[in-house]
């Protein structure tokens, strides 16, 4: 079927979104009218990925302005919920605050501001995923490629295109790709359902492994490069990213493989020197206990189920954004 089209867009003063909870089996949108029906979208991971939530965040501004005209003060309590939906990603904060300066321009000035972030949106990651193509082709001696990714990255984690997987995009388009390994990404499993999804609707080669055989695959010299998507950078290059990246970036280093982090630069957070700050979301344990709706563990198990970890730069090969190679080993 290949693509399908914007990830999140606005049509007659909502905010349409693919909703992610009901893939691979129904790829269906939802329509929502008020910002507390796209902050329960955020909450359950129906719209996700930090580009993806820097548009909803913007939208998400618009559709207050749409609802509540000139009463600015609703429109700053809906933007300060929806800001504070999600902790880790940066980049619903900052879409909301970037909307948000349009607000004395009133509706259509910050429905104009959101539309055209949705368009920065595919392009600077069209940008930072090529740079990090060229890069990684730049860095690996074996032709074609064989890249292991985390999590969901590509047209469902943004606008358009993807961050890492829009590296995958890029060098598939050019014959420069043999396959993607990609991480099932447990507990909610973006990798098996999303990632795998996206690669099929392309026809582009890929396997999908267990994340506890990433560096099995790594040892058996079956990878050429690691490259993730990022949730909040730090100033130093310190990411957070999806739970289970710190672990690839050891097992990457051990293997001596390139690790890069492929991000638009709204992901950058210049306000922390260092990942020690990064606030890291918290999910519920029934993430863990169940698969499916069904019980897996123990009723009332004690679970550890951060959504995030955070990669120290000295790990990581690259940091990628639209601007080319902005942290990492390589500078
Ligand atoms: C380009 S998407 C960035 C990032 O967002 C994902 O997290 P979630 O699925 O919880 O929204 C994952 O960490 C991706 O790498």
Redesign the pocket.
Known sequence: MGHVGRTIDWADGTVVIVDQCALPAEHRLLRLATVDELIGAIQR?AV????A?GAAGALGVALAAHRHGADTAAVHADAGRLATARPT?VNLRWGVERALTKLPGGAEAVLAEALAMLDEDERVNREASAHAARLLLGTCARRPLRLLT????GRL??VDW???LGVVRHLHAEGELEYVLADETRP?L?GARLTAWELAEEAIPYRLLPDAAAAAAMARGLVDGVV????RIAANGDTA??IGTYGLALAAARHGLPFVVV?PSSTVDASLPDGGAIVIEERAPEEVTHVAGNPVAPKDAAVFNP??DVTPVDLITAVVTEHGVVAGTAR
């Open positions: 991971l996700r990925g930090a580009p939530l990603a985390h999590c969901n990255t984690a943004t993807g961050t890492a909610l973006q993730v998507g990022a949730d990213n999806k991000a959504a995030f």
